[in-house]
């Protein structure tokens, strides 16, 4: 059984989530910080989601499509308000990939996003931030940096030196600077994580 019905709802709840970060990022806004209108749309999306994986379970690619599959995956990624939905999502996904209704990387990304926020090392290197000379790189840094590559090759994922260099092009066309003080961006978001529940 298919579920266009929800298929067409994920599509909807990613493209408002697309919309609102277009515009924010548009006037520079969407960088300083978590924007409180970009939260209240990662929020709203978390709790439809929540409410569809309450109904039929993770939607894969049999259920909804493997485009409107892909998207729920990514309100998932931007649900980072809500540490143990993502946690669940993680292990929902992982089961969605041992059965073939998800792509391993999708489960690479959302490990290496829990795990940057728990302040632990990140095992794929999909993460970035800015770095004290100014550039995007994975951060927090990749545990065993000397076998990455080999992981990232099993979830379907390139070299992490092309990942790190594509990022650094798209950031440099992009309107988005280097913080001024890269130090309290660093507090800030620690003190974020602590606040919503990531850290102890």
Do not use: C, K
């Not at 039929?56 to 998932?76: D, K, M, N, Y």
């Not at 996904?93 to 990140?122: K, N, P, T």
Request: aromatic fraction near 8%; hydrophobic fraction near 40%; charge should be negative.
């Amino acid at each position: 059984m298919t579920r266009p019905d929800l298929a067409e709802e994920i599509l909807a709840l990613i493209d408002e989530d697309e919309r609102v970060r277009a515009r924010l990022a548009a006037d520079g806004s969407l960088f300083n910080g978590y924007h409180p209108e970009m939260e209240a749309v990662h929020r709203r999306n978390t709790a439809r989601l929540r409410v569809i994986i309450a109904e039929v379970g993770w939607p894969g690619r049999s259920l909804v499509g493997e485009r409107a599959a892909h998207e729920a995956w990514r309100i998932a990624q931007h649900s980072i308000g809500e540490p143990a939905f993502q946690r669940e999502v993680l292990r929902l996904i992982e089961a969605a990939v041992a059965a073939g209704e998800a792509e391993a990387r999708q489960a690479a990304y959302l490990e290496d996003r829990i795990r940057s926020f728990e302040g632990r090392f990140q095992r794929y290197g999909t993460q970035f931030d800015w770095d004290e000379d100014g550039q995007m790189s994975p951060f927090p840094p990749v545990e065993e940096p000397e076998t990455v590559d080999a992981r990232r090759a099993a979830v379907g994922l390139g070299p992490l030196a092309e990942n790190v260099a594509r990022m650094r092009v798209g950031m440099a066309e992009s309107n988005e600077r280097p913080p001024a003080d890269l130090a309290e961006r660093r507090r800030e978001m620690e003190a974020w994580a602590r606040r919503v529940g990531w850290r102890a």
